[in-house]
């Protein structure tokens, strides 16, 4: 990644995920209310910008893991492309690319009834990613479903992080492993409000 990634990352992310409105327009997990909102999906959904997200949290997951991992993921639908994007750019990037699991918000009815499609072996070394974070509580609960699977956390990696408390969360369920946001919430308003992208 360049940081050039990160830079027209930042651009896509405040050109068509920032939504504003009057005050009280959008509800958040928290149950609080917003003048305006970054809503992840129009970027992971946009397909020219899955390389960026790709090399940007390949980068950040490198630096924050001595050792590659084996898998990442999270919450679905949030996390999937994220991860997605990450084990494509880690096909080119990598001696053993970093595959994907995805976390179900509920147990499969069927078949063989899993939490967490695509789970690695136990033991395996597993980065938790997502698109957002307010309360931190969709993470959380894939965290939780990674450790009932013996899974090893050895990082978490959230894109848009947006400072209501929920990434001190998610470092109090994992206390001994580092957690970080592509960008805050008030990088990207900072950028918005000075015209910067």
């Known amino acids: 990644m360049t940081d050039h990634d990160r830079t027209e990352l930042a651009r896509i992310i405040c050109e068509r995920s920032y939504l504003r409105g009057t005050p009280g327009t959008f509800l958040l997990t928290s149950g609080e209310t917003s003048s305006n909102y970054f809503d992840p999906y129009p970027i992971t959904s946009l397909a020219t910008a899955l390389p960026l997200i790709g090399r940007v949290f390949l980068k950040e997951i490198l630096r924050l893991s001595e050792i590659p991992p084996i898998a990442c993921g999270g919450p679905t639908h949030g996390a999937d492309p994220i991860a997605q994007a990450v084990a494509h750019v880690s096909l080119s990037e990598l001696p053993h690319p970093i ?3 995805s976390v179900r918000l509920g147990r499969k009815k069927h078949g063989p009834r899993n939490w967490i499609e695509g789970c690695p072996p136990k033991g395996s070394r597993v980065v938790i990613v997502d698109d957002a974070v307010v309360t931190g509580a969709s993470a959380l609960h894939a965290i939780r479903r990674c450790q009932d699977e013996g899974l ?15 990434i001190d ?3 109090r369920r994992i206390p001994n492993q580092p957690v970080s946001a592509i960008f805050s919430k008030q990088e990207l308003d900072e950028l918005i409000a000075s015209n910067a992208v």
Not at 153 to 166: C, H, K, P, S
């Open 99 to 101: 595959d994907l699991f």
């Open 152 to 166: 090893l956390i050895v990082a978490a990696v959230i894109l848009i992080d947006r400072g209501t408390g929920g």
């Open 169 to 171: 969360a998610i470092r």
